[in-house]
């Protein structure tokens, strides 16, 4: 079965502010509240951050990229981390009211700190530096590639599934 889409179906961030009301602005006239809770934001963001880096960290040292070889691990750790935000922004959006540090703790926190667009194109610019500009190349329209394909089959994926258990649930 094709579920119907439009473009203004794809999953969007379910906390982003409506229009003329920034995130966190709380009611007007309570300054105090709006910075507590951009305070919470930020310190979720901050704990995810720390977990994501590190085991993005790790995982570059269990699986070093030698010098001058195609840097692999960079480029499935950010396919990965893109697969898991494809899962997650679809669940977020389609199946669960998260309470509302998740997806900053989880979504720009962990994900955002495992993958990594630093390393990405310092990759890139260490590749070509060292003579091989066409290894660059491919890593850097390669990483473009799996990273679209992974979060756009993740979330494609996922809401089959969830459409599935839907149906099957009736």
Known sequence: MKVPRSPSD????????PAGHPPGAGSPGSP??????RFAVV???AAGGALGATARYAASLLWPTPDGGFPWTTLWVNGAGCAVIGVFMVIVTDVWAAPPLVRPFF???????????STYVTDVQQLADGGRPLRALA???GTLLVALAAVWSAAWLTRRIV???REGAR
């Open 10 to 17: 794809e999953p969007v961030d379910p906390g982003a502010a």
């Open 32 to 37: 105090g509240a709006a910075r507590g809770e």
């Open 43 to 45: 310190g979720a963001v």
């Open 107 to 117: 979504g720009t926190g962990v994900l955002g700190g495992f993958t990594t667009f």
């Open 139 to 141: 890593y850097l329209a």
């Open 163 to 165: 459409a599935g258990r």
